[in-house]
Nanobody, 119 residues
Framework: QVQLVESGGGSVQAGGSLRLSCAAS????????MGWYRQAPGKQRELVAS???????TYADSVKGRFAISRDNAKNTVYLQMNNLKSEDTAVYYC?????????????WGQGTQVTVSS
């Protein structure tokens, strides 16, 4: 089992910045991926950004150039720096961790943290 603890959400005005953190503990595999998804009211959960333990990054088109994901493998922690926030970034942000063992993918989720951007 893997436990994820998120921090850093909150309220900010449009154009502002926030930084999310997520620490993984438990049975953390050395080869894994961590990232952030978000879900706005009435919408499906969507990938925001992810980063593998080897450093490969993936971003949603809507956040490219504004958000930056990074990680500290020694601390099993992933960060999401969010700059130039827009009202459409308002959502609950969920930390995700997964590893793959002999084929199946095992996903774990944080409890979610609210990000509210006011215009």
């Amino acid at each position: 089992q893997v436990q994820l603890v998120e921090s850093g959400g909150g309220s900010v005005q449009a154009g502002g910045s926030l930084r999310l953190s997520c620490a993984a503990s438990g049975t953390v595999f050395s080869v894994n991926a961590m990232g952030w998804y978000r879900q706005a009211p009435g919408k499906q959960r969507e990938l925001v950004a992810s980063i593998t333990s080897g450093g490969t990054q993936t971003y949603a088109d809507s956040v490219k150039g504004r958000f930056a994901i990074s990680r500290d493998n020694a601390k099993n922690t992933v960060y999401l720096q969010m700059n130039n926030l827009k009202s459409e970034d308002t959502a609950v942000y969920y930390c995700n961790y997964y590893h793959i063992v002999s084929g199946p993918r095992y996903d774990y989720w944080g409890q979610g943290t609210q990000v509210t951007v006011s215009s």
